[in-house]
C-alpha cells in the first residue's frame, strides 16, 4: 500500500506519498523465487512477473548495462534488437551528460522510440562489458537506487518529472547473468534500495 491510498498502519506510514509499480521480471526459475521474498519485505506495489521483461505493460524498463553505455549482451542484446536505436540513445545521453562513462550508481533515462514502454532506464551494474562480479559486491544495490532516485528526483530532457512519465518500471535481474551475482543477492539488495529510497527521510 503507498502511502497516497488511504488507511496506513506501521511502516506504510513511512512510505513516501507515491511509489511506482515496480514489476521484477524473471525467465528463469532461481531468480524468479528469489523476486518473490522482496514483494513480502518491502511497503509499495511490487510484484513478480515470471516471464519477459519486454512482455509487462510498463512506461519503462530497466537496462543493466555497463559504464560505457553498450547493449551487445544478455538483456541488453535483447532491448537493442526490440528497440533499434535505444543504444545509440543511452551511448549518446552517456557521453552528454557524464563525459562517456556512466559511473555504478548513476542512471540515464533515454526514450526507446516505441510507444510502450516509452523509456529505457540504463543503470550500470560493471564498468566494462562482461565483467564478473565478486561475490561481495553491492552493484545491483546501487543501480536499483539510482533507478528509484531517478524515477523519484529525475526529470527526462523536456522538463517532465521522470514520475510523471512513469507509473510503472520493469525491472529484470541486475547482475545476474553475465555478472555472475547470485539471485538471492541481487534480491535482496534491490529491496534494501527500494526502502531506502521510498522508506519517509
Known amino acids: 500500500m503507498t502511502a497516497e491510498s488511504g488507511t496506513h ?3 506504510e506510514q513511512r512510505l513516501s506519498s507515491r511509489t511506482p509499480e515496480l514489476v521484477l521480471c524473471a525467465v528463469d526459475e532461481p531468480l524468479a523465487r528469489a ?15 515470471r516471464g519477459s521483461v519486454l512482455d509487462v505493460v510498463a512506461q519503462a524498463v530497466v ?3 555497463n559504464s560505457l553505455g553498450w547493449m551487445r549482451g544478455g538483456i541488453d542484446a535483447v532491448y537493442a534488437r526490440a528497440y533499434p536505436g535505444v543504444e545509440q540513445n ?6 552528454h551528460f557524464h563525459g562517456g562513462e556512466l559511473p555504478v550508481g548513476e542512471a540515464v533515462v533515454v526514450p526507446t522510440g516505441e510507444t510502450a514502454p516509452a523509456w529505457l532506464i540504463s543503470a550500470p551494474t560493471m564498468r566494462r562489458p ?20 531517478k524515477w523519484r528526483d529525475g526529470q527526462l530532457e523536456q522538463g517532465l518529472d521522470v514520475r510523471q512519465a512513469v507509473d510503472t518500471i520493469a525491472m529484470p535481474g541486475l547482475g545476474t547473468g553475465v555478472g555472475g551475482v547470485a539471485p538471492q543477492t541481487c534480491a535482496r539488495q534491490v529491496a534494501a534500495a527500494w526502502e531506502e529510497v521510498f522508506s519517509a527521510r
Open 9 to 11: 498502519t506501521g511502516r
Open 63 to 65: 537496462s543493466p548495462a
Open 130 to 149: 562482461g565483467e564478473r562480479l565478486p561475490d561481495d559486491t553491492v552493484h545491483p544495490y546501487l543501480a536499483a537506487r539510482a533507478v528509484f532516485l
Open 90 to 95: 543511452v551511448r549518446s545521453a552517456v557521453l
Open 35 to 49: 523476486w518473490e521474498s522482496v514483494p513480502d519485505t518491502v511497503d509499495g506495489s511490487v510484484r513478480v512477473h
